[in-house]
Each structure stands twice: as C-alpha cells, then as structure tokens.
C-alpha cells in the first residue's frame, strides 16, 4: 500500500471528515489511489456496524424520519454514517439533492457524517460505490451507516440487498399509484413503517400491510415523525430484529449475497465502460439491435459465444 | 426466417391483437422464436411512426393526459400503441401496475394497442425490450407510439432515449422532494408540460421550468387533463416539434444514438446472464469486492484487461 493510501485509512479512522469526503470521492471516480485504499480497507480490523436501508415513496416522510432516527443514535452517542442516494443527472452526472441533506439539523455535527451520492449516470447498479461508502464510513467509527433512497425504482431495490436491515416507509393519502410504486419494495423490505400515521386513511392503509405483512411475519410499526411519536417502538423493532438476524446468521449470508452483488456490479461498470468505448466504431446496420448485439459481444468479449 | 415467424409477422400485420401480444412475450423472455421474429421485423418495411415518451411524476397527472392524448389521435383514426413502463417485481419478476392500464378507458378499442412492461429485474437497461415491442406496433400499424413510465429514476432517462420526443409532465403541489427528483429529466424532456394548471402554485411552477427551458428554448404547455383543456395545444406542439425535428434530420439522429443504446443494453444483458451463473462458483475472499471483480472478469472474460 502507498504511503498516501495509508495516510488518507489512519485519518479515516481518526475521524477526519476531509478524509472520509476524499475516500470516497476516490472511491466514486476510481482514480488513481483507488485500489490501494480498498485493499487497506479490506485489511483493517473493521469495527461492527449495522446497514440500515431506509426507501419509500416521495411525500412519505422519510427525511423528518431519517432525522429523527439519527436523533435517536446519537442521544446514545452513537456515531452516524448517511448515504442519501439521489437521483443522478446525466448531464452533469453528479448528485442534485445535496442540498436537502445539507438542510438537515444534524449537519453541523461532526459525528454525523452524511454524504449525498448519485444514481450514477448508466448502470442502475448502485452498490458498487455504496457499498466501498459503507465500509469507508464503518472504519471511521460510524454504526449505524444509514442508506435513504429518494425515488423509486431499481436503486432502491439495489439498496435493500445492501443493507443488514431495511425499512419501508409509507403513508396515507398518497393516491394509488404512489402505493402501487412500492409492491416491489414491499417484498423484500424488513420492516414496513407507516408514517404519518394521524392522516385519515391510516388504518386502511395498515389493513393493506397487513396482508403482505403477515405472509412474512414482518412487524408494521406506525409512526408521527414530526412529532416523534412511534420512533422508539420503530428503533426497538430494529434492535430486536438485529439480535434475531445475528443470532441466526442472517446478516452474514445476506452480506455474502450482497458483497456478491457487489462484485457483479463492479465487473458490469467495467464492461460497460469498455463495450461504451467500442460501440462508436462500430457500424450500425439494418438489422435488429439484439442480433447487432450478439456480432458486437462476439468482436469484442470472445469469451462470450 | 422459419414459418411460424412468418407467419406470426403476417398477423402482427394484419393488427391481430394476440398476434402482436405473443410477439412482444416472445421478445421480453426471449424465447426460441426472438431471433428469427426480430430479423423478419428488421427486414420488413416500416410504417412511419412517432414515438413519445411521457414522463414524470406520481400525482402529477400523467395517466390522465395520456388518455387525452390518447383520445385525440383515435378521433383522427389514429392507431396508438402504448408502452407503460412499470416498476418491476423482484420477486415476482413481472410488471405490477398492469390494473392501471386495463383500466383506461380506450382499453376495449382494438386500435389502441396497450402494452405493461416490467423494468425488468436487474439490468436497468430498459431499452431492449422496449426498443422491440416499439418496433412490433409500429409494424401493426401504430403511430404514434407512446411509453408512458411511472415513478423517477434511470429507466425515466431510458424511456427519454428512446423516444423521439418526449413530454416531462409537472404539477403544482407535489412537495420539493418531488419537485427536485425531475431534475435529471428536466434537462432533457423535450417539452415541459404543468399539468393541473388551474391549481395554486402553477404560476410559481412556470417560473421555475422557464428557467430552465430557457437554456434549450423549450416550450412549457399548461394543460389541465382532466377537463381536457391546454391538450389541443400540447398536441400542436408536440406536432410541430415533430415536422421540426424532421426536417434537420435530428430525429434520424436520435434514433441512431437510441439504437446503439439498445445494442449495448442487450449487449450488457448478455453478459449480466453469464456473470450471474459464474458468480455462485466464484470463491469469495476477504478482498474489496472492486479487486475481486476485476479477478472475476479476468477469470470469465478473456478479453477484459
């Protein structure tokens, strides 16, 4: 490992937030120390720390909940780590919500260490760079590492095979095809919250949980995060659902799936990085793009028949 | 080209419902006959077509729209094919909102050819398939073709590259966080339209986009959907941006950048497919999921250095 790596992994642990902001701009770009920073992360002793994945829909609540579950964490003095995975721009390619984030109260706390990511531009595959994201954020002491999702749509799907534990967040009053967004969230979320729970509409809204709920035996929790109400009871659930998961080994077969995907993800940017570079020289003809797109493969990935 | 090919183009011709159905299956799952289907199409001559994307956000009105719209071109004996983008299942793996569509009021006129497509499970790349079925209802006849996409997120940004114009729809009152998720596909929509124009906050949202439309000179159309007022209007601009665009050949161009998007998103399918069987023989170590990858590759993928 270069010096600079192994300066840039003792400041990270030091808690230095310009180096974790660096780490993962590094990380983001692929530049130059890269790899080196990677291998000394994989090397170093990594303190324990929980992924929490909190989705849902847009309107749902889910900033003032986020903020009132840090809240939480660090009322036991628990260091916090947030990656708020935004919708990407594909022409500026970088990260629009950011000022969202910044607007959060516990911005100026130096044990909360947020950092604003973006869908990247091409493809959908998120957890290559949050996944390097959370473990920056792991040796720099923070648990629990927060994942929030804004939007809907493969990332949040992405997120949820992230994180050890992931949340549902949803609320009355959104109209029907706002609910409808998240049925393919509903199936692979741990806990499903209702927010907002004092909004006409909420008991119907449970009603319909319930039913999905039950054929996994998860917990609904109802919350008013505005007010706080329900947050307690919400963070119990988490804990109980750790104790479970770790007891069972749950959490381990879910990071070896996730660190699976992982490892796809990476090695399709790779692909993609290389096939994006080919495709401008190569002639397009009349026939379909499927049959186009086996001659392409076959020129420039031979192992592919 | 094999019999049954042929003869499944020739009823996709002659506007046979199940025909054009079985066609589109034969595709999105790829099945024995894709091929063979896929050469007859790209071997056939073409009806001209127009395809449409309509975007944006849940609650801003989008389904409404599309159905005036929709009902415009039936009154000028229009054939309308419609594509509605839908998040997908993982579990399931199918598309979930296909009740939304059923439900439109043109879904018993047989010249409105309606199609629910799936985000598919994994890739993000959404232009294959739909690039497909785009290409199957234009060959019955359809024109225009409209994809129509729920929720925000890469596969909004697909559907934009692949239609040859395409309408952001906003409305007022959908709360920042709502707002800012457009931003990516503010930058480019082809028209912008406020939908629900009459309700309070419409006139601070036309200040908003005039900015930016400003920039591209784009016009912004406020339409109320539901008493169809401001429709004839986005249809006159919709069809002038149509005579515009052919006349200085962008829309070829567009569809050339399209087409090589779709090879690279079959193309990275591929490759998805053959890494995802390999990847569960593929022995984990302790190492950063980025430097396995790239072991990972080098192992399945000769030619990636």
Chains 1, 2 share one sequence.
Not at 118 to 123: I, P, S, V
Not at 189 to 208: E, H, M, Q, S, Y
Not at 268 to 289: C, G, Q, W, Y
């Amino acid at each position: 490992m270069s010096n600079r790596a192994q300066k840039l992994l003792a400041d990270i642990k030091n808690k230095n937030a310009r180096a974790i902001g660096k780490a993962i701009s590094i990380v983001e770009n692929e530049t130059e120390l890269c790899d080196d920073l990677l291998i000394g992360l994989s090397e170093s002793e990594m303190p324990q720390y929980l992924v929490l994945g909190i989705t849902g829909n847009p309107g749902a609540g889910k900033s003032t909940l986020t903020d009132k579950i840090i809240a939480h964490y660090r009322k036991q003095n628990q260091r916090i780590g947030i990656i708020a995975i935004d919708p990407t721009s594909p022409i500026s390619g970088g990260a629009i919500l950011g000022d969202r984030i910044r607007m959060m109260q516990h911005a100026t706390d130096s044990d909360v260490v947020i950092r604003s990511m973006a869908t990247r531009g091409r493809l959908g595959g998120l957890c290559s760079c949050a996944g390097a994201t959370v473990r920056i954020m792991a040796a720099s002491g923070c648990n629990p590492i927060i994942i929030e999702t804004v939007g809907v749509g493969q990332s949040e799907i992405d997120i949820v095979s992230l994180a050890d534990i992931s949340l549902l967040v949803s609320a009355p009053g959104l109209g029907d095809d706002i609910q409808a967004m998240k049925a393919g969230l509903l199936e692979v979320a741990d806990l499903l919250v209702i927010n907002k729970a004092d909004l006409p509409g909420a008991t119907a809204l449970f009603r319909d949980l319930q039913m999905l709920a039950r054929e996994k035996e998860r917990e609904i929790t109802k919350t008013i995060a505005s007010t706080g109400e329900g947050v307690d009871k919400l963070i119990k659930q988490i804990e109980l659902l750790e104790k479970d998961y770790n007891e069972s080994s749950y959490i381990l077969k879910k990071r070896e799936a996730s660190k699976k995907k992982e490892i796809i993800d990476w090695s399709l940017e790779m692909v993609r990085a290389k096939l994006e570079k080919n495709i401008e020289h190569f002639a397009l003809t009349n026939s379909d793009p499927r049959l186009q797109a086996k001659d392409f493969i076959k020129q420039h990935l031979k192992d592919m028949q």
